[in-house]
């Protein structure tokens, strides 16, 4: 259930050499283990965890030659990170810490001239490259966001929330000024973690001279639309056009029912001199964003989905050519799915990156001289290996700059030299914390599903396995369900932390994964309770035919359509399972559909609503509510109060069945989070639950 883009959605992180690092904590080792450390080595624990810089992509030099990235890094005192960024030659060398205020810093531009723009407490800043005297630039009442300057730097383009429909009560009534009532006539009424207060974020655009702003132009004048997209989106949702004229934003020009239905964005043209607006992507029913000229202006570009209302449709880069007006699908041909992309220096190629067989990969794609020519653009797959390369940052001197990672590394930024395929690591923040784990190997495994297709499976092993001894094993649900299981680095399902305290998992690509073919990942749809369960038994039936494996102490856990699963799986395990853990899952698929704010979502995935008789496998066969008969197995389950794709009472519900029927469980409640744990402390409860849990329950 999660975007591409979000989907992207992630934390990124900090080094301990350049920023403060938190206090040690004691905790509770009962809850975690009794071996603090393994062999001189010290064990991962779910407060080291959030020691970890968290780093961040900002941006690459003109030249190629140095990086700024940002480093965030977690106070346990104050339950909250700071960012500072940091300048780091990419051919080597040390690093210097370019800011140290409090607050968080972002970048919005490196110019040619080695002047870093950086946006600050919400005012644009300028330093140079090299160091000196930081220059707060403007000072704007309310602050700026998303800032894209102007080619020529005489405009500025940025965002800010606008009162469009008076929903909330105090600002309907304003003599009720505390009053907290919230009034809707349609759809649209709540997304993510809020309610619709009637506040959109919109576009705008103004003059800019050395740092004084004149009169911002809202350019969708008060129409109740978001740009950028709610709730995720940012400045990659808006351009300027080479010549200055014209600002380009993403936008689905949809509200109400037909908004929470649909996922066509298009992408606008809005012309400074005319003020006219344009649809560049006028019958394109999907997705359409990142708008992204080429280096000489020539050439537009853009990912893009078909379909309106599937969220996990396959992503594509489109590009358009101005000199012949032709339109050009670079991936059409192409059996895969783009995460992100970047266009080369010399305008001929573009670099992406793309999920593949449990990984993320670096691509490229030839961009045709002549669009008239009808020839597949060729592509070919540059990188290999046990790592994810996760975005790219820019093209240096025979390489690319981009983020990686693998399952025991949280992100760090590399060279990738683009002849000797070699990944060389520009920034090593975390080092010194890694070096002192004990390691834990991570492996690939395939076996046969029960429909004779080969099913990929990462296993992640404890520090020091020993194939003479036998482990807890846990089974890792995937959420999405169109999500990929790669070598990425999570902060909270984090497999080096739980193999670290002697568990082996087993992450499944399954059903409805990306990385496999389109074919692979449109599979689940319509079909979440069939063979993407049965593929999840597969493996998990494979894998405990190994010696090592403990068959009576195999637990399940997952989050989101994870969470789903695990209570399907707790319907039809038939006692493989000792003990269940599901965070923020689907229980009954009925008043899920009723209270779940992206319909689109539901409506592709699972058919559309419950009263159509078409649908009847999905909210029967494929609905857990159906199968808790069945139940007979201890089961944690954690859920968000501020969580509106998977509200509570997809939790409250399951955890009331499993107590009236007398089986083992645990409710973890948190208030104040939505689909995911983003407080530190918070973060930390739910470790040391989790942790306690299967220690009690396996």
């Known amino acids: 259930m999660n975007k591409v883009s979000v989907l992207a959605v992630a934390i990124l992180l900090a080094s301990t050499t350049f920023a403060q690092r938190a206090p040690e904590k004691k905790i509770d080792k009962s809850l975690i283990t009794d071996k603090m450390q393994h062999l001189g080595k010290d064990l991962m624990t779910p407060e080291k965890l959030w020691e970890i810089g968290r780093v961040s992509a900002e941006g690459l030099s003109a030249d190629g030659k140095y990086v700024v990235y940002g480093v965030s890094q977690y106070s346990f005192g104050e339950n909250k990170s700071e960012k500072n960024l940091f300048v780091a030659p990419v051919a080597g060398g040390a690093a210097v810490q370019f800011t140290e205020g409090q607050g ?29 005297t930081a220059r707060q630039l403007t000072n704007m009442e309310g602050g700026l966001e998303n800032v894209k300057l102007s080619p020529d730097k005489k405009h500025i383009l940025f965002s800010r929330s606008v009162l469009i429909q008076k929903n909330h009560s105090v600002d309907k009534y304003s003599d009720l000024t505390k009053s907290n009532v919230y009034i809707y006539d349609d759809l649209d009424y709540r997304h993510w973690d809020s309610f619709n207060d009637g506040r959109f974020s919109h576009p705008f655009v103004a003059s800019y001279e050395n740092g004084t702003i004149g009169e911002p132009l809202d350019i969708l004048k008060d129409k109740p639309f978001y740009s950028p997209q709610a709730p995720f989106g940012g400045a990659d949702d808006f351009a300027w056009s080479p010549d200055s004229k014209a600002v380009l934003y993403v936008c689905k020009k949809k509200v109400g029912k037909e908004y929470a239905q649909s996922t066509n964005t298009d992408i606008y043209r809005y012309d400074l001199a005319n003020g006219t607006t344009t649809n560049l992507t006028e019958g394109m029913n999907g997705y359409d964003t990142a708008p992204t000229y080429s280096p000489d202006g020539q050439r537009l570009s853009w990912l ?42 010399d305008n001929r190629r573009l670099y992406f990156t793309a999920p593949v067989k449990g990984t993320v990969q670096l691509f490229e794609v030839e961009v045709p001289v002549n669009f008239k020519n009808r020839a597949l653009p060729k592509l070919r797959q540059i990188s290999e290996g046990q790592f994810d390369i996760s975005g790219i940052v820019g093209e240096t001197n025979g390489g690319l700059v981009v983020t990686s990672t693998t399952m025991t590394r949280a992100t760090e930024l590399y060279l990738y030299d683009l002849k000797k395929n070699t990944r060389t690591a520009i920034t090593t923040v975390n080092d010194k914390i890694y070096n002192s784990l004990a390691e834990t190997k991570v492996e690939g495994r395939y076996t046969k599903a029960s429909d004779g297709q080969d099913l990929f499976s990462w296993v992640i092993y404890p520090p020091d396995f020993d194939p003479t001894k036998k482990y807890p094993t846990l089974l890792f649900c995937q959420g999405g369900p169109q999500s990929a299981t790669t070598l990425g680095y999570s902060f909270r399902w984090n497999f080096q932390l739980m193999a670290s305290q002697g568990y082996i998992v087993i992450l499944p690509n399954r059903r409805g994964m990306p990385g496999w073919g389109t074919k692979w990942n449109e599979d689940i749809s319509k079909d979440w309770g069939g063979q993407a369960i049965r593929d999840y038994l597969s493996a998990i039936d494979d894998f405990s035919k190994e010696s090592y494996v403990d068959k009576s102490r195999v637990g399940a856990i997952g989050a989101s359509y994870g969470g789903y699963s695990v209570f399907m799986l707790a319907g039809v395990h038939e006692n493989r399972f000792k003990t269940f853990i599901s965070h923020c899952g689907l229980f009954d698929m009925t008043s899920w559909y009723g209270t779940t704010e992206e319909l689109f979502f539901a409506n592709h995935d699972l058919g559309g609503p419950y009263w159509d008789k078409a649908n009847a496998k999905t909210y029967n066969e494929f609905n857990p509510i159906k199968h808790v008969d069945k139940w007979n197995t201890p089961i944690m389950i954690m859920q968000g109060g501020k969580d509106y794709r998977v509200p509570i009472g997809q939790g409250l519900e399951a955890f009331q069945a499993a107590q009236l029927k007398n089986i083992k469980s645990r409710l973890v409640y948190m208030p104040d989070e939505n689909h995911w744990v983003l407080s530190g402390h918070n973060a930390q409860v739910w470790q040391r639950e989790f942790f306690g849990w299967l220690k009690e329950t396996l």
């Open 104 to 132: 968080g810093e972002s970048v919005v531009e490196i110019t040619n001239d080695g002047q870093v723009i950086y946006l600050y407490k919400g005012q644009l800043w300028q330093k140079p490259l090299q160091g000196g």
């Open 304 to 345: 893009s989905m078909k379909t309106d209302g599937y969220e996990a449709d396959k992503v594509d880069i489109v590009v358009f050519d101005k000199v012949s007006s032709q339109r050009l699908n670079l991936t059409g041909h192409w059996d895969g799915t783009v995460n992100s992309f970047i266009w080369s220096k």
